[in-house]
């Protein structure tokens, strides 16, 4: 497997960045860490992990103190690949957001009833209307926007700015405003002229702004911060897999239990059955079938001798293995792959800083401007209440709400209407990814097929048996093994012949077969190399069946009864039932489909016959089907990526959509963009037609808020709008991006 390998003289260091709220702070912390001479650091906003190359002499230290330097919390961590699996928001720090969101709309409501109602209507006002307005304002801007605010003020005191500063100063601005005109000035005595002079020259009390941009940004934060505590989950479960202790052997052959991070190159260790193995290696002694589906896709577990290569992840199944450690920690084939996520998730990352690049530029503007319409208007009124009441309007008007709402209401309304589609759309990556998506790339086993063995033909080649009696005797034999073909073989038997009878005398011959005997009858069941050692020779029509099922695809195996060939049995994995319509689905809305598989060439080739796919390629390692997917990529395609098992999470990370089988492991749903959840491969093209619906939506979301924006902010500065005005109009700016949003609940509704 290709992985990073460090310059001879540096040292690859990883630390956990707190504090970090939105995708310009990542930004700010690497341009920090790299102005360090000699040293080279990413930071991927998504995990919350700065990686940095730095050279032997810079300590870890230094990069934290750098790191606080600029505002936020650092620590130094030892073991890289656990750190990316434990980065992330921690559920007390969403608890906490949603503790705070929660109060925020138990006061909104009410708040802004009133507040409308006693601005109004001078005569509505009851004793102490303004105290149950403060007592109802002040918990959300002082106590739920307190995040907000601890974030403006660590901005100021470097400098630097952000959307929270544009928030934090419009909630404190709306608030300070509101008090005084309800405690310091002078109660109006004339009655208005109508509603419009009511409205314009209304008691500026803003509170129910302040709180309800509060709640709308404590909403974003929220579910943000909850899709940053999943961003890591592809790499908790690919660590998962890691062996955390291992049985190392001494000279003196005695067996010693070390944690894994522990062993060594060159380390002899034990692997039973059931145990995961450490590290990569060679076998020095032993025999097991292995499962390696987590690491190379191959749907049946491949034998394993004196000789053979084992990778770290995988599984042993049946026999004791004694392993010689070629590569451990970080140089390990798992350790590779989680570096594969990890940068395929820090480049999706990037993507998604442009709108806070833009909010560098936009905050500083309208508080410049906010500034300049209130000084202007100071001298050319001498009113210090219509210069406050305008600059107000500008940073109310320009409070990013219809901005914040434009991408997750369209992924909220378009999640639901996923979910009763069987799709699960993780977030705006994934629809971003859509807009030229031409090729998608299909894994086979779990993803175009069952992933379950069956025995798809059963073909008894000598009279003197019946299929019932093969049967009986065959899965009797197997029901003693752990094989995939013997379970199989068993399960099939069960459901023919019922109750099998008992085998004495089992033998389980890895990569061969087993025998046994069963009611004083001899049977072996496996390859014709295995009868060959028997003495039993099969016929030459016997072998061309044999090489017939396997030139379909399929594991063709024989059973010999008393030294007599009896029968040939064909297990297959079937190919599911939607796979076909699928891709001629996919065909007709002019995609290209292509199989990547890690199984052999001839099951490859079977599979994509069956369904439609004329482009192949087998036998693919995890880091092969990343190179396939990165070389269609270069040749300008955009590229889709369709899988379930561990094998595929880095091609899913690496592709531009990702999409992950329901039914697959977690660790490929975690590095997914796109969750298939019902068991129809048709939801493929239902996940890119509602992809594309959602992302046209949420652009038009964004070209309205922003087009807000620019339009609002000069009339405001004009004074044409009093605060209140501009706080409805930033209300009806939202209803427009959420009554936008919701015409995402009838895509596909003819399907």
């Known amino acids: 497997m290709t992985t990073d390998v460090t310059v001879p003289g540096t040292s690859r260091i990883a630390l956990a960045v707190t504090g970090m709220s939105c995708a310009a702070c990542a930004t700010r912390v690497e341009r920090r860490l790299n102005k360090v001479p000699g040293v080279t650091a990413t930071v ?57 969101l929660t109060v925020a ?79 310091l000035r002078p109660a109006r005595t004339t009655p208005p002229h109508g509603v419009w002079d009511a409205i314009w020259h209304s008691d500026a009390i803003y509170l129910e702004v302040a709180a309800g941009v509060t709640c709308f940004v404590l909403a974003g934060r929220y579910f943000e911060a909850r899709a940053k505590r999943t961003a890591g989950d592809a790499l908790r479960a690919l660590a998962a897999l890691a062996a955390r202790e291992v049985t190392v052997l001494t000279r003196d052959d005695r067996e010693i239990r070390i944690p894994a991070e522990e062993l060594a190159v060159g380390q002899r260790f034990l692997v039973r059955p059931g145990e995961t193995v450490a590290a990569d290696g060679e076998v020095l002694s032993g025999a097991s079938s292995i499962d390696s589906s987590a690491i190379t896709g191959e749907s049946l577990p491949v034998e394993a001798a004196s000789g053979s290569r084992v990778v770290g992840g995988t599984t042993a199944l049946t026999g004791r293995l004694i392993v010689r450690a070629d590569a451990v920690g970080a140089d390990t084939t798992l350790a590779g792959m989680i570096r594969l996520v990890e940068q395929a998730q820090e480049g999706k990352a990037r993507m998604q800083r442009l709108a806070d690049r833009v909010s560098a530029v936009f905050v500083p503007v309208v508080l410049a401007l906010a500034v300049a319409t209130a000084v202007t208007w100071l001298f050319a009124t001498g009113d210090a209440d219509r210069a406050g009441a305008a600059a107000l309007a500008v940073l109310v008007i320009a409070c990013p709400c219809a901005l914040g709402l434009a991408i997750p209401t369209a992924l909220l309304v378009a999640s639901g209407r996923g979910a009763q589609l069987g799709i699960f759309v993780k977030g ?84 061969l077969g087993a025998c046994g005997l069963v009611d004083d009858h001899k049977v072996l069941i496996g390859r014709p190399r295995l009868l060959e050692t ?31 060939v009896a029968a040939m049995l064909a297990v297959a994995d079937s190919v599911k039932d939607s796979a076909a319509p699928a891709i001629t689905r996919l065909h007709r809305l002019g995609l290209r489909t292509v199989l990547l598989t890690g199984d052999n060439a001839q099951v490859a080739r079977a599979v994509a016959d069956q369904v439609g796919i004329s482009e192949v390629a087998a036998d693919l390692l995890p880091e092969d089907k990343v190179a396939r997917i990165a070389a269609l990529q270069a040749d300008g395609h955009r590229v889709a990526m369709v899988g379930d098992g561990i094998n595929d999470a880095a091609a899913l990370a690496t592709a531009d959509l990702g999409m992950a089988i329901g039914a697959g492991t977690d660790v490929a749903i975690a590095a997914a963009d796109i969750i298939l959840v019902r068991d129809d491969l048709g939801a493929v093209a239902d996940s890119v037609e509602l992809a594309h619906a959602t992302l046209r939506t949420i652009r038009g979301n964004l070209v309205w808020a922003f087009g807000y924006n620019v339009i609002a902010i000069p009339v405001a500065a004009l004074g044409w709008l009093n605060p209140l005005i501009a706080g409805a109009a930033m209300a009806f700016s939202s209803f427009f991006v959420v009554s936008n949003s919701l015409r995402l609940r009838r895509v596909l509704s003819r399907r």
Request: with cysteine; proline share 4%; glycine share 6%.
């Open 44 to 100: 991927n906003f998504a995990t919350g992990v700065a990686t940095v190359d730095a050279d032997d002499s810079t300590s870890a230290d230094l990069l934290c103190a750098e790191v606080v330097a600029v505002g936020y919390g650092a620590t130094a961590v030892t073991d890289h690949a656990r750190a990316l699996a434990s980065a992330g928001p921690e559920r007390d720090e969403i608890a906490d957001l949603r503790r705070r």
């Open 105 to 183: 709309l138990l006061a909104y409501f009410p708040l802004a009833d009133l507040s409308v109602l006693f601005a109004t209507v001078p005569a509505a006002r009851v004793p102490g209307w303004q105290l149950i307005l403060v007592a109802l304002a002040l918990p959300v801007v002082l106590w739920s926007a307190a995040p907000l605010h601890r974030r403006a003020l660590i901005n100021a005191r470097h400098r630097t700015s952000s959307m929270d500063t544009l928030v934090s100063i419009g909630i404190t601005s709306a608030t300070l405003w509101s008090l005084h005109t309800l405690f």
């Open 428 to 511: 705006h990556q994934a629809l971003e990814a859509t807009r030229d998506i031409d090729t998608v790339v299909l894994d086979k086993t779990g993803t175009l097929t069952t992933a379950t063995m069956t025995v798809a033909a059963a073909v008894v080649v000598n009279e003197s048996f019946t299929e019932t009696e093969v049967l009986r005797l065959a899965g009797a034999v197997e029901s003693a093994s752990e094989h995939a073909v013997a379970a199989a073989v068993t399960a099939h038997a069960r459901a023919a012949v019922g109750a099998l009878p008992t085998v004495e005398s089992f033998e389980a011959l890895p990569g």
């Open 534 to 564: 028997h003495g039993v020779i099969a016929t030459e029509p016997i072998l061309a069946q044999v090489h017939a099922q396997q030139t379909a695809g399929r594991t063709a195996v024989l059973v010999a009864i008393d030294g007599t």
